[in-house]
């Protein structure tokens, strides 16, 4: 029973269709049909015209939509704990060349204008000094948790403010919108380009990077081919793409892998580190107590000495969510 | 009737086959038991330890393999109009950090010692001037025309008395490797890192970076994931791989493609540009005759003014690349 | 008898006296009287507002003047023998963050319209090829020739065509205008930024950058810092620039390296590769002839095998370029 | 009486000396005499081989002798109040082409071993983490305080332990010598690179970078030019760096900037946020207070709210040096 990541899950049998159905489709790169409708499929779920492309991973999709808010000498402030910063192995720093990423505090991964506010009164050194060029931040954030739309409209604010960009990770934004029960619109709020995620969702190799000022994707065409993710086979990413958008496929798989997570949830409620809001858990744990569950046939990560992370998807077994909720319970 | 480009060819059977079975594995990254079967693998079809990772595109193959061999302040020696050079916006500028590729001339777009030696003979200036730290040639080259085993034997020489890197670039090396009817050993001859190329051959979004000395592989899982190219469910790319190098599929494959386009050629013999080797053709033709083709059904890209490309590949049927043949030899 | 580099002769008195009087000079960086000053100056100079940046080397002040014009992913168009493609270690891509240089042909190291438009005929692939984003002509040219004024309007009108920035490497701007016997203003003519050379012209450390829209000086400030080149002492750089400004020192200096290479190409004449316009001689002239000019205590550089390179400066006798003209003539 | 900033004391007589001799030295780069006697000077001054290069500023010391030790996607521990960190404007990134600096926490701006392991404690996610290539310290501080020469055994020691390259920033070298009675061996300690500040201490525009593996050198030599930092009248920035050796002019100027230091110290003993060692003090001082020092002509920077920082120079007369220390007792 595996709980590690979302990641491990298998691919949606309607992305599998949508996939072998492309197979029809022949023009290179990102000139097929399939590719083509990107922008209108977008335009119509966020209800207002937005450019959108695909990129293999959700690493690609962060960068290359920094890349058109922040100059090399400029900074983008986000978490300490984002997965810009964590996980991406300095990604940033090599699309961005050589930008930085200017760290804020908060809560669960969460910025809050105040945090934000720190960073930039800390920026006071001219051209000594790094200055801010934008704002990323994580739609679920890094421990599972929402922004509400009135959170980040009072960050796009400050943003708008101090003249910066503003980015959204949405690699679990599907989870962080069913989560919400708000429209992919306000989970989304104004944002000036959002990373959507798929992979973690059903998707095989596919995100989409919308861009909610059209323009601003002509920039990020250039920068995908010279990153070498202009996919020549790009067909494929644009179908499975469309094969979440369509009926909600993306919406649908959330609110399983939501669940799952909340069945867990409520056999570990005493010992989550954070509410439990999407499909990730955090749940204190002894070594003991882990090996226990192991025991068992649970497989999950360790998060420092005394946590665990515990990651549903869409094709989590709602079976294997209540026998491991029992199970915590019972430790 | 398609001759547009091999990227225009569906995704071969047993590709999919492998790709589908690859939802059983579970684990992210390159951890999963696939993508470590690859160094072994590779290492059985070369005769030699070598290290193999997956990536999404040719650009990145070969940005990634150059990134082992060339510091920022280097260059790499290439052919004027190869694919570094001509069709990756600028992308070894960018995985390379600045590096620079100093043009070469040779016929068929191949690199030979003579046009090697006259770069190299060009960078007298010390420190005012970017040194050469790698070679890279093409296998096939970018005019279809393929390196015999002497060739890079020599080419190879000349890197080693320099103290450079050889690279090749081997996004059609499949069909060259068919042409020359040689082990793949013989095809890539001792270069330090391949791009071994499936996506034009069958495969959907997966090539292989081959290291002849594994431990230059180590550099590039870094890299890798720093450019967004280490993809979560890399078992989908390794599953690819794998089905190519499955019974040979890798030849099969290419071997259909080159004998649809000696079809093709017995047809345009007089008008070929460049000897037919492999599944690329480029054919002398004016407006009026490319336009009477196009009225038969055909497709493929004008080449300048007064030529035009045809590529065929394991998919093309033998009966279309015989209409088009016949239908050339009638003009 | 020096002619090897206008870079070898000393530093002008008048620049002494300046430097040593910024010794009073006491806030660090740019913050100082001196530079404070360089806006007002060269916007006097150049009869219209301009900000102007000092720098040390031309090299530096080349790339952050290009910096304002060319993305990341795009190219810059220059002669195929200008010193930023040439002499200058591969700067360009380094600050550029992997931009490409596009090379042109053209005579005597001159772009003309022809030789662009050739450059940008050839970018056809979308995506998949740098787009030129700026071009960069040098004033005078490697083979020490002039663009007139018309020449310049000429490439202006290409540029704004092709919405490209036009940046002008000045490293002999001075010699170029004296020989002109034109306002600086025609020498640069409608480019958009300057990199006016003072080293070789009697200074010791110091460049201007002129931005003739003052803006795309503010993104150099961060830019030069970036690059560790605002310098804490600045104040003695500002003084350089201000000396060679004063009383037209700049002009004054340039003439007389000019009026002594002229001196030498009188001696010289039926040798000349390119016409003698400034300060720079290329001689036809074999072996043995070397030899025998060495033998006379005549220092210079060879220009490949049958050219030598003769550089006078602010400093040269003009009794030596008599002795040289005079020794060519007899050979 | 001016307190701002070492870098705004004028430069020393026995360096303009030195630079006006230079008139002389008449090839360019650092193909001089002068520049071709760093090496002896500086493995003389270390009592072992070195290979020392010039650069006009800090900051491009800094970076080009960490660009011997960090590949692009590595990271440098240093200070989270390191200068590299706070006032380089994201140079590091820049010349380390996007590699990032790691934070560490110790007192008074000095990394500990614990501190350093802590930071190393938290890279644990393989290729998903930039890994530490090497360790910055700054020799004295950015609150001026001295590393011993045993607390740099100890960090040198884990920095071998982890295969990590150790680079002092020395912007302060001299006076970190001078309060230490140690000699320059025993300042740098086993370092693999040391940034040598002259400008502060009496220079214009000259640091040294001295590799303690002299082969080290040689890269920098082309990331130099790169960089444009080549200077092509190198020659005046070696003399001032052989003036700052000869006769000890470094460590002599140090001592009367320390001394300096030591005399305000003494009136504002109660008042130091740190021990006083070289010629920066912080001192503890209100709105107030601040206004009635400068109403008697001092002037000094703000650091935050609370504290000022006050900087001699060997320049600084120790009269107002006494009218300083005397004025802050009597606040």
């Known amino acids: 029973m595996q709980f590690l990541s979302d990641n ?104 809050t204008p105040g945090g934000i506010a720190d960073v930039l009164g800390g920026i006071t050194r001219g051209v000594h000094q790094v200055p801010a060029h934008a704002i990323s931040i994580t739609q679920a954030s890094e421990y599972g948790l929402t922004y509400r739309p009135e959170e980040i409209s009072a960050i796009a604010g400050l943003a708008r403010e101090h003249d910066l960009g503003l980015h959204m990770d949405g690699a679990r934004f599907a989870n962080a919108a069913a989560h919400l029960e708000c429209s992919a619109a306000e989970a989304a709020g104004p944002v000036d380009a959002l990373s959507f995620g798929f992979v973690k969702n059903g998707g095989m190799g596919a995100e989409a990077i919308v861009f909610f000022d059209p323009e601003k994707a002509e920039l990020v065409r250039w920068r995908r081919k010279r990153a070498g993710h202009l996919q020549s086979k790009g067909r494929y990413l644009a179908a499975q793409v469309l094969a979440m958008l369509d009926d909600d496929l993306w919406l649908e798989n959330a609110r399983a892998a939501n ?44 998060w420092g000495d005394t946590c665990i992370r515990l990651v549903t998807s869409w094709a989590s077994d709602p079976a294997d969510a209540h026998a491991l909720g029992k199970a915590i319970a019972s430790l």
Not at 70 to 80: K, L, M, R, T
Not at 105 to 110: D, L, P, S, T, V
């Open 8 to 111: 491990a899950a298998p691919v949606h049998p309607r992305v599998w269709n949508a996939m072998r159905a492309a197979d029809g489709a022949d023009t290179p790169y990102d000139t097929d049909a399939l590719s083509r409708e990107l922008n209108a499929r977008f335009s119509a779920l966020f209800g207002r015209e937005c450019a959108a492309l695909w990129v293999a991973t959700g690493t690609a999709a962060n960068c290359l939509a920094l890349a058109t808010m922040v100059q090399p000498h400029g900074g983008v402030i986000c978490h300490e704990e984002a997965h810009i910063e964590m996980d991406e192995c300095g990604a940033p720093g090599f699309y961005l060349h050589g930008a930085k990423l200017l760290l804020a505090k908060g809560e669960g991964a969460k910025l």
């Open 259 to 302: 669940a799952a997570a909340a069945i867990i949830a409520d056999g570990a409620a005493e010992r989550l580190v954070h509410p439990a809001q999407i499909n990730e858990l955090f749940v204190q744990m002894n070594a003991e107590e882990r090996a226990a569950l192991r025991a068992q046939g649970f497989a999950f990560y360790d």
